[in-house]
């Protein structure tokens, strides 16, 4: 992340609302806020705190249940998809970077383990 960090910085993005923001981006579509922090690797107290900062910002939009007002999903807006397209170039350009320092190997080796890792925890 050591690369990344100030790339988010200068967007005004923390790590965490960057994972939010990508999972909900990949996804495409509204997303139960217990499914995101699995998906975001995120807890879901602090998910509730990152949704609130997100939603301020216009990023995201809040989606109540209709028959039950504590389950919420989320849904990223056009902003949020705009910050991801402004963002993007420069992740490319990172994970380049570490491709050319690693090798592409190595690097697809990692991303499989840790989303490996990830569903495990997720369980």
């Known amino acids: 992340m050591a690369g990344f960090r100030p790339v988010l910085a200068r967007h005004g993005i923390t790590e965490q609302q ?13 997303l139960d ?9 995120i807890l879901p107290p602090s998910l509730t705190r990152i949704l609130k900062v997100l939603a301020e910002r216009e990023m995201v939009s809040i989606l109540r249940d209709s028959g039950d ?5 989320v849904k990223i807006s056009e902003a949020g998809e705009a910050l991801i397209s402004e963002v993007a170039p420069e992740s490319r350009e ?5 491709e050319r320092r690693y090798g592409v190997e190595k690097v697809s080796l990692l991303l499989e383990m840790l989303d490996d890792l990830t569903t495990k925890l997720a369980k």
């Open 18 to 30: 960057w994972r939010v923001l990508r999972v909900l981006s990949e996804i495409g579509g509204p």
């Open 33 to 41: 806020a217990s499914n995101l922090a699995s998906r975001a690797s």
């Open 69 to 73: 007002g504590r389950r919420i999903s």
């Open 94 to 98: 990172i994970y380049a970077e570490l």
